[in-house]
């Protein structure tokens, strides 16, 4: 059993920048994959971007590469997702994820814990 708590959401202009967080608990492992998802009304939940527990692996949907990078401190079980030149487009519920297993994924139903999400809007 793990848990997420996510933070960080908020409203931004575009153009602006927000930091998330999400710190894990339980029966968390090093052998394990954390992810950023996200989901706007009427739309389909789309993955943002994951890290490996070393940080050694990368991934980014193309929609958010270069302005988003996420990153780890493992020394306190938490994923970030620092999320730069934000656009309207960003705006959704931001949802981490969790994985166990080596190898990252963009495919949710891979990821075995979700957090409650947090709500990003970024006005024009």
């Known amino acids: 059993q793990v848990q997420l708590v996510e933070s960080g959401g908020g409203l931004v202009q575009a153009g602006g920048s927000l930091k998330l967080s999400c710190a894990a608990s339980?029966?968390?492992?090093?052998?394990?994959?954390m992810g950023w998802f996200r989901q706007a009304p009427g739309k389909e939940r789309e993955f943002v971007a994951a890290?490996?527990?070393?940080?050694?692996?990368?991934r980014y949907a193309d929609s958010v590469k270069g302005r988003f990078t996420i990153s780890r401190d493992n020394a306190k079980n938490t994923v970030y997702l620092q999320m730069n030149s934000l656009k309207p487009e960003d705006t959704a519920i931001y949802y981490c994820a969790y994985r166990r297993g080596i190898a990252d994924s963009a495919n949710g139903n891979e990821y075995d814990y979700w957090g409650q999400g947090t709500q990003v809007t970024v006005s024009s």
């Open positions: 339980g029966r968390t492992s090093s052998i394990s994959i």
């Open positions: 890290s490996t527990w070393s940080g050694g692996i990368l």
